[in-house]
């Protein structure tokens, strides 16, 4: 009788398949599930637990409630750090953003050197950012530093950029006689000054993004539009911008997310001062954890993380809603 | 591209305006690397001169050396250890990539599709959440604390590696494979010999992206060591800083040799990094 054994034979082969699929994923699950899978677990339980130095208790929603208790100390923070993050988002993001699409559009349209420009752009993105922060110190130095000198020679007086925790609204208002208060004299200098270091950092990454995308919109319909008679701005603003705008999305929420998450930068250049005035949420989570460790911090920390997941994906999502809909997609 | 004799000013004018706008924005950007290397060769009053000397008077190469010879930082040592772990965990990941990601693309095995939607959601869980869970981990059930496997194990593998070379292993024809099985080649023959040599783009900008950022990573290895002699060079760099202090002509020398490297290995692989880059839409 054959079909038996021709039945067995292909079971044999299917289990024989399915041990090699399982051991080609195995080093790659195995590793993913000890170091990305297991710890994600652990942050929600730790959350729920009264944890400083040592493990003292489950906790329920003890944590969760002191970080979004208005009348506590830890609300305070973590409303002051959310504010910080919003100030660093709307700092860096739309200039970035700007830029690296006036960058891409002016390389796409042919210059000469388009290689050589490119290669410029992306250099700061692949260099450590420890190392760039330190020169990025240096300029911004209060008394030797070259930025001072430089708006110096226009008349501005020397500033002290990554210390100065006062706002820049309040500095340019009272410049000109006005008293700003309270949140309306802006983010401070510091967080100014650790923006124009993001922008620098970051601008190559979203040019060369925008470059792939325009790469993707049909040449012909340059040369359709030119032959119907349209202008250089006519072109960009209902062809070039229309069709780019599934890839300004995907770079405005990559970006977003991007920024509200920045966490070494700030680490090495501010640490969160000056007066906790760069102290975004990332930071306010990481001194939480290591620098009050007495006090609870592994439980506080860890539900300051699950709070400003759910803030980011919350954003995220209303991009989608809010803008996902007006993209294009051909 | 059709080019007449004659150009409009306004063409011109045009053309002028974008050339000085692609300038100024090269200048700006490249500033830094420029005021970093010739800072490090001035004089230490050169350096801390007011207004700025935009030009060495003198060019003092000792002070490469000076920094080199700091007696705080081990910089051949923080190197090796740099380029070990670096080419260690890139090595690794490749490996564990690839397996993985043909496993995904091109076997089919029960669970395949929760298994990667797993993988997928954990892009989502942010590092400043699993940072503790990962230290604890490591430093007290492993008990890693201050070595280089505790540098190297976590980054063995990279589901966004995965995911990347899924999709190339997808874009393989099938007709190929259908060719190979009738010549009798498996899995691991038809990976080896065809279907890895077809993605090699693929792979090379993968590596190159995993050896960068191991290259660049600071937060973890600050954490999970201790001695400066297992340290990488992006942690070393710190007590360097504050050992240096103001003398700001051997910090910009110090920032050199750690940027230097990486600018190198870019410039001569630029095309994978910004086509890797651009493919993926990856952001440190």
Do not use: C
Not at chain 1, 5 to 16: C, H, P, V
Not at chain 2, 146 to 154: D, G, K, L
Not at chain 2, 180 to 209: E, K, M, N
């Amino acid at each position: 009788m054959p079909a038996p054994s021709r039945l067995d034979a292909r079971r044999r082969r299917i289990l024989f398949e399915h041990i090699e699929a399982y051991l080609f994923v195995l080093p790659a699950v195995i590793l993913v599930g000890v170091f990305d899978v297991l710890p994600g677990f652990a942050a929600f339980l730790m959350s729920l637990t009264r944890w400083g130095i040592i493990y003292e208790r489950f906790a329920g929603l003890d944590n969760y409630r002191a970080v979004l208790d208005p009348a506590g100390a830890r609300f305070e923070q973590f409303m002051n750090s959310l504010g910080v993050t919003v100030w660093y988002v709307l700092l860096t993001v739309p200039i970035e953003m700007f830029l690296a699409l006036v960058i891409a559009v002016v390389l796409y349209q042919g210059t000469s050197g388009r290689g050589a420009y490119r290669v410029v752009y992306f250099m700061p993105y692949i260099t450590s950012v420890v190392a760039a922060a330190l020169v990025f110190e240096w300029m911004f130095d209060a008394n030797f530093g070259l930025l001072n000198w430089a708006i110096g020679l226009v008349g501005i007086p020397a500033q002290e950029w990554l210390r100065e925790p006062d706002g820049v609204f309040g500095m340019i208002g009272s410049a000109f006689g006005l008293e700003l208060q309270g949140w309306m004299t802006g983010p401070s200098l510091a967080l100014v000054a650790v923006s124009i270091f993001t922008v620098w950092h970051f601008i190559g990454f979203q040019t060369v993004i925008f470059l792939a995308g325009l790469t993707n919109v049909d040449r012909e319909l340059y040369e359709a539009a030119r032959i119907d008679g349209a202008g250089e701005r006519q072109i960009f603003l209902r062809i070039t911008l229309p069709l780019l705008s599934p890839t300004i999305f995907f770079v405005l929420v990559l970006a977003t997310v991007g920024a509200m998450r920045s966490f070494s930068q700030i680490f090495v250049l501010t640490n969160g001062g000056p007066l906790d005035t760069t102290r975004n949420v990332p930071m306010l989570i990481f001194q939480t954890f290591f620098e009050r460790t007495a006090v609870n911090g592994i439980g506080l920390g860890a539900a300051m993380s699950f709070i400003f997941v759910l803030i980011v994906v919350a954003i995220t999502i209303f991009q989608f809603r809010v803008l996902g809909r007006r993209v294009f997609y051909g | 591209m059709d080019r007449t004799l004659r150009v409009p000013p306004r063409v011109l004018a045009a053309g002028a305006l974008k050339h000085l706008i692609l300038v100024a924005g090269a200048v700006l950007t490249a500033f830094p690397f420029y005021w970093m290397v010739t800072t490090s060769f001035k004089s230490f009053a050169e350096a801390q001169s007011y207004p700025p000397v935009l030009w060495p008077t003198v060019w003092h190469f000792e002070n490469w050396q000076q920094a080199w010879e700091f007696p705080t930082t081990l910089w051949a040592r923080s190197f090796a250890n740099t380029l070990g772990i670096a080419a260690v965990s890139t090595l690794g990941t490749l490996v564990t990539a690839v397996l993985a990601a043909y496993a995904f693309a091109r076997m089919r095995f029960r669970g395949r599709n929760v298994l990667f939607a797993i993988f997928l959601l954990t892009i989502f869980i942010p590092s400043e959440a699993t940072l503790i869970p990962n230290f604890v981990l490591i430093t007290k059930y492993l008990g890693w604390y201050n070595t280089y496997q505790a540098q190297i194990v976590p980054f063995l593998a990279s589901v966004f590696s995965i995911f990347l070379l899924r999709q190339f292993f997808m874009s393989v024809p099938q007709e190929l494979q259908d060719a190979a099985r009738i010549d009798g080649a498996g899995h691991v023959r038809f990976l080896w010999s065809v279907a890895l040599p077809l993605v090699r783009p693929a792979l090379i900008t993968v590596a190159l992206l995993n050896f960068l950022a191991s290259w660049n990573s600071f937060l973890w290895p600050l954490l999970v060591t201790s001695s400066p002699e297992i340290r990488p060079i992006q942690v070393a760099l710190v007590p360097f800083s504050s050992e240096a202090g103001t003398q700001y002509h051997l910090l910009m020398a110090g920032a050199t040799f750690v940027i230097l490297p990486t600018l190198v290995v870019y410039l001569i692989a630029q095309r994978y990094f910004i086509e890797g880059v651009a493919r993926t839409g990856i952001r440190g």
